[in-house]
């Protein structure tokens, strides 16, 4: 058992805690660019972006109790956290949505007077790239260190740049043609948008809270390293994966023939586990040893050894 948190865990604490400082500085810039313009679209985009700092001081709290190490009331750990956090996430990204929404109609009633449109595009602009490069950064540590919490509100930083684009292509057309009811029009679109990305991470998330299974090609990985190095048994079968935060716990039925001693059986499981553990990082292997008579059939799922 683990008794203190791991290098990778202090590094995406680190990232989490320079995530709220980045979210931070792009609502500023963001929400100045809205104020100087009163435009219902760019409105929407500082919202969306605040949203962003309460998503990512969830997904640095996600990251430091998951880190935390498995006790006597969490034998398996903390790692679903982040499946909490990611969920967090989509319910507020919901709750902007609607807040948008609102902002959006009351412009469409009272009408919108755009002030220093060019300024506040320019200023948009400087948020859009600081968000886009970020959005990258993240995205890619969090896949490497499958951190669902930082994954999540990466996806929801893409979204922002994405919505951001929308809205300065659609309000430099606005001021270029006079037509200011594109400006809420955009608005309301932003908030479809942005209600369909926290519905996408909300549904993940509860995926994952349910255990979902491994990837196929994990899955495959898995029965590869068993076939390698399970040699002395007879078959592997029953093989179930399943995912929390940065830990799959992987756990199979190893058939061994009748004569082997427990001393032999238990040399291929320390074996075995010790090459998938290293195949594939963040994984605990769990295996139930049977005897001969116990083998499947192939078509179930078996692995021959």
């Known amino acids: 058992m683990k008794t203190e948190a791991s290098p990778d865990s202090h590094a995406l604490g680190r990232l ?19 104020f100087i313009s009163g435009s219902a679209a760019l409105f929407s985009d500082a919202l969306e972006s605040l949203v962003n700092i309460a998503t990512a001081c969830a997904a640095y709290y996600a990251i430091y109790v998951s880190a935390k190490p498995a006790d006597a009331d969490h034998p398996f750990g903390h790692h679903k956290a982040e499946f909490l956090a990611a969920m967090f996430e989509g319910a507020m990204i ?32 400087v948020a859009t790239a600081i968000n886009a490069t970020w959005a990258r950064h993240i995205m890619a540590r969090a896949r490497a260190a499958k951190s669902e919490a ?34 809420p029009l955009l608005a309301a679109i932003v908030a479809l948008h942005i209600l369909w990305i ?25 029965r590869a390293v068993i076939e390698e190095n399970g040699h002395g048994a007879l078959q592997a079968h029953d093989i179930r994966t399943r995912q929390a935060g940065r830990a799959l716990f992987i756990e199979f039925h190893l058939v061994v023939p009748g004569s082997m001693t427990v001393e032999e059986a238990h040399g291929i499981c320390d074996r075995l586990e010790s090459a998938i553990e290293r195949q ?26």
């Open 280 to 305: 594939i990082e963040g994984s605990e292997v769990v295996i139930h040893v049977e005897p001969g008579h116990k083998a499947k059939s192939e078509e179930r799922g078996a692995v021959t050894i």
């Open 16 to 34: 989490a805690v320079a995530n709220i400082g980045v979210a931070g500085a792009v609502v500023a810039i963001k929400y100045a660019a809205y």
């Open 198 to 222: 926290g519905y996408s991470i909300t549904m993940r998330a509860m995926s994952r809270l349910l255990d979902q299974a491994a990837s196929p090609e994990i899955e495959s990985g898995i």
């Open 94 to 125: 919901a709750v902007a949505a609607v807040l948008i929404l609102i902002k959006a109609h009351i412009a469409f009633r009272d009408g919108v007077i755009l002030e220093s449109p060019g300024l506040a595009l320019t200023i948009s602009m």
């Open 150 to 183: 930082l994954l999540a509100d990466g996806q929801h930083l893409l979204s922002d740049v994405i919505t951001s684009v929308g809205v300065i292509i659609g309000l430099t057309l606005a001021t270029l043609t006079g037509q200011y009811w594109l400006d």
